[in-house]
């Protein structure tokens, strides 16, 4: 069964320190997406993407974040100068081209935990 | 702010009983949501999900239902098993181009022998 996978599971790197998280969605999926989710909290969206283009951000993607799809499978979440407060799980998570029933639904791969020090 | 919200941080079960995992949703816009399961040091997985226009959806010993009324969904497992432990997110969203995903708190379900 196709599965979104990430890496690397795990980052520990200094405050300030520029860190790339790095995504293999679904082969055949063309929305992508980066979340994160704090240790003990809820998951939240930063970005979407479609098109080669962000479609959507939240208030936590602020210009310290990039992302990009260097390549036809890869798809990169850049943190330029990263924070204690940017310690966290980050999801991937894909989904297909809406075409009916379920079509909405976002899978997600397995995650890289950052720790910042 | 609209927001996605859990009543029941941890619900404790015994092993063949039913779970019943509530959600309450403020977003009256949402038309489609969406039940996770998370187990620990994973990321979450679809379990089933549900449109606006409708109010019961059953899948393979899960049912999720939907009553727009007092903005309320729920996630029932049938005959629970030790390995429905898990931690549970409902999910909205706003159907549309990026359909970003608003999740809940999360309720831990622990399965006992």
């Known amino acids: 069964e196709p599965e979104v996978t990430q890496t690397p599971s795990h980052q520990v790197t200094q405050m300030g320190q520029e860190v790339i998280l790095r995504c293999v969605p679904i082969s055949n999926h063309l929305y992508f997406y980066w979340y994160r989710q704090i240790l003990g909290q809820k998951v939240e969206f930063l970005v979407s993407f479609y098109n080669n283009e962000i479609s959507e951000k939240s208030e936590i993607f602020d210009d310290q974040f990039s992302v990009e799809r260097p390549d036809g499978s890869n798809f990169t979440l850049k943190i330029r100068s990263t924070k204690l407060e940017d310690s966290a799980m980050y999801f991937c998570?894909?989904?297909?081209?809406?075409?009916?029933?379920?079509?909405?639904?976002?899978?997600f791969g397995p995650g890289t935990r950052l720790l910042v020090l | 702010g609209e927001s996605v919200g859990l009543h029941l941080p941890t619900l404790s079960v015994q092993e063949g009983d039913n779970s019943i995992i509530n959600c309450a949703y403020s977003?009256?816009?949402?038309?489609?949501f969406i039940w996770y399961k998370q187990e620990s040091g994973k990321g979450p997985q679809f379990i089933i999900d549900?449109?606006?226009?409708?109010d019961k959806r059953q899948g393979q010993r899960v049912t999720v239902l939907l009553n727009k009324t007092v903005k309320h969904l729920s996630l029932q497992i049938a005959a629970t098993q030790p390995g429905d432990s898990a931690v549970y997110f409902c999910?909205?969203?706003?159907?549309?181009?990026?359909?970003?995903?608003?999740f809940g708190t999360g309720t831990r379900l622990q399965v006992t022998l």
């Open positions: 999910a909205e969203i706003m159907t549309g181009t990026a359909s970003k995903l608003t």
């Open positions: 977003n009256s816009a949402s038309d489609y």
């Open positions: 549900i449109r606006s226009n409708m």
């Open positions: 998570a894909s989904k297909i081209l809406r075409d009916g029933w379920g079509q909405e639904t976002q899978y």
